[in-house]
């Protein structure tokens, strides 16, 4: 099993972001979407299941896990952190890592040999998708990008944002209503009924839920206003681009893949049978090694 190494980096405006490098060969970054950071499950066993090939990256995006969260909030300063954790895959990672709080067994006996650096592929998931493309379309030193349904909202069957999204969002966490924050994301932008929302609001997992609504309003600025097509930042990316998307997800999210394939030179479309939005790792890591690998 790879020696799983927690490190840090420091972002433009000196905000920590926490992350976690396991195995070796080419730099890989994993961006998270909503709700999720690098203990997640998915995104960590993909970590997992790639690091016999690649030196991958899993992080924190600021305000979750072990990262910091200096306001005030902005797409901008995520995709500086973003680039703050490429600039270090690529450079290598010459920095003193931090003891691991994984699992048992996991943790390196001392200072393990430093990465090999060098061209960086980038994979995002949902609203993490939006976040990869905008760091690709200006970082030099990242050589591929696929992306897992990036959510933006390009049809009549898209759902329909209330205005101000991101400031209703922040509004009712500021004054204490997280889990109404939580609601209003699910119901609102990720299309979950009410009555299963009310549902989950009983369960165990809720409280991790509200643990992480401040980053909800955060999730709204790196979409952007209704959830544009960014049509002009995906024309301006020049990298081999690979979108997927899952059969059983809504129809939106697939006519939205189509979409950003078709507005990115040269991207390819890709839709994995039996997927919804929640997609499985076993699924999604053996696309995303037959990618990175091609060429």
């Not at 809720?206 to 643990?211: I, K, Q, R, S, V």
């Not at 939005?277 to 999604?284: D, F, G, I």
């Amino acid at each position: 099993m790879d020696t799983l190494v927690a490190g840090e980096v420091t972002s433009a405006d000196g905000t920590r972001i926490a992350f976690h490098r396991s195995g070796a060969g080419p730099p890989l970054v994993l961006v998270h979407g909503a709700f999720t950071g690098r203990d997640h499950p998915t995104l960590r066993e993909v970590a997992v299941a790639l690091s016999p090939w690649f030196t991958v990256y899993n992080y924190d995006r600021r305000g979750r896990g072990g990262s910091g969260d200096t306001p005030p909030h902005t797409a901008e300063r995520e995709i500086e952190d973003l680039a703050a954790v490429v600039a270090l895959a690529a450079a290598g990672d010459p920095v003193t890592p931090r003891a691991s709080p994984g699992p048992p067994g996991r943790e390196p006996p001392g200072r393990p040999e430093a990465p090999p650096g060098g061209p960086v592929m980038l994979f995002g998931g949902s609203s993490g998708a939006a976040l990869a493309l905008a760091a690709a379309a200006r970082d030099p030193a990242v050589a591929k990008l696929a992306l897992w349904e990036p959510p933006y909202h390009v049809g009549a069957c898209a759902p329909s944002l209330p205005a101000g999204f991101a400031a209703t969002l922040e509004g009712l966490v500021r004054r204490g209503r997280r889990g109404d924050a939580v609601e209003l994301f699910m119901v609102a932008a990720a299309e979950v009924p009410a009555d299963a929302v009310t549902a989950m609001r009983a369960g165990p997992s809720w409280p991790g839920l509200e643990a992480l609504a401040h980053t909800l309003a955060y999730e709204a600025a790196v979409m952007g206003p209704g959830n544009a097509l960014p049509t002009e930042l995906l024309a301006a990316i020049s990298l081999p681009t690979l979108v997927l998307n899952g059969a059983d997800s809504a129809r939106w999210m697939r006519d939205a893949g189509r979409a950003v394939a078709a507005a990115v030179p040269g991207a390819t479309h890709r839709v994995l049978d039996g997927q919804p939005h929640a997609v499985a790792a076993r699924s999604l890591a053996p696309e995303l090694l037959e990618f990175f690998v091609a060429g």
